[in-house]
T-cell receptor, first 113, second 115 residues
Framework: KAGVTQTPRYLIKTRGQQVTLSCSPI?????VSWYQQTPGQGLQFLFE???????NKGNFPGRFSGRQFSNSRSEMNVSTLELGDSALYLC????????????FGPGTRLTVL | AQKVTQAQTEISVVEKEDVTLDCVYETRDTTYYLFWYKQPPSGELVFLIRRNSFDEQNEISGRYSWNFQKSTSSFNFTITASQVGDSAVYYC????????????FGIGTKLQVIP
């Protein structure tokens, strides 16, 4: 069974640009969550999606958005990038809302110059 | 406001020793969830456990065990007979009633297991 895939793995952007990150869940998984990890703020929760609906959102500005497609793949978008958006972005998937176990992808390392 | 405190920033133990990682939380919710995650040097997060606030039974999974005590707002994690492969940063997290509402992470405890 293939694991969680995140693309791209590494990305370099400049301030003001926008970026889209992708997360492909394990087959059959319908719940996708996104997290940001930085040295300064640590791990922070971004969003949770289930069946194409955003169920929960962390405390991030509106520049951070996401969506989930009918095949459960999810994308997150960050517009007007700032230096502080440099981070490791992780996604996790699980089978359903009642399922406990999450499976994480390898992450996308975003560097904003 | 929610808060998760992992007071131990770094712990070193010798292989085969037992080690307990502390997690103390604060929340006003009556229903909430607690999590533990492991992040080895490779960087990929690994889910370890999710426990809801109504289930105060201790959990054991192999060499791992979790002690949930509502009275002291703690959800401590013990590794028995530690191994070098247990070296990682361990994060405790707390969420609100929906499972992933207001998810708050602790700063993590870096565990080094010395051979």
């Amino acid at each position: 069974k293939a694991g969680v895939t995140q693309t791209p793995r590494y990305l370099i952007k400049t301030r003001g640009q926008q970026v889209t990150l992708s997360c492909s869940p394990i087959s059959g998984h319908r719940s996708v969550s996104w997290y940001q990890q930085t040295p300064g703020q640590g791990l922070q929760f971004l969003f949770e999606y289930f069946s194409e609906t955003q169920r929960n959102k962390g405390n991030f500005p509106g520049r951070f958005s996401g969506r989930q497609f009918s095949n459960s793949r999810s994308e997150m978008n960050v517009s007007t990038l700032e230096l502080g958006d440099s981070a490791l972005y992780l996604c996790a998937t699980k089978g359903g809302l009642a399922t406990d176990t999450q499976y994480f992808g390898p992450g996308t390392r975003l560097t904003v110059l | 406001a929610q808060k998760v405190t992992q007071a131990q920033t770094e712990i070193s133990v010798v292989e085969k020793e037992d080690v307990t990682l502390d997690c103390v939380y604060e929340t006003r919710d009556t229903t909430y969830y607690l999590f533990w995650y492991k992040q080895p040097p490779s960087g990929e997060l690994v889910f370890l456990i999710r426990r809801n606030s109504f289930d105060e039974q201790n959990e054991i999974s192999g060499r791992y065990s979790w002690n949930f005590q509502k009275s002291t707002s703690s959800f401590n994690f013990t590794i028995t007979a530690s191994q070098v492969g247990d070296s990682a940063v361990y994060y405790c997290a707390l969420s609100g009633p929906g499972g992933y509402q207001k998810v708050t992470f602790g700063i993590g405890t870096k565990l080094q297991v010395i051979p």
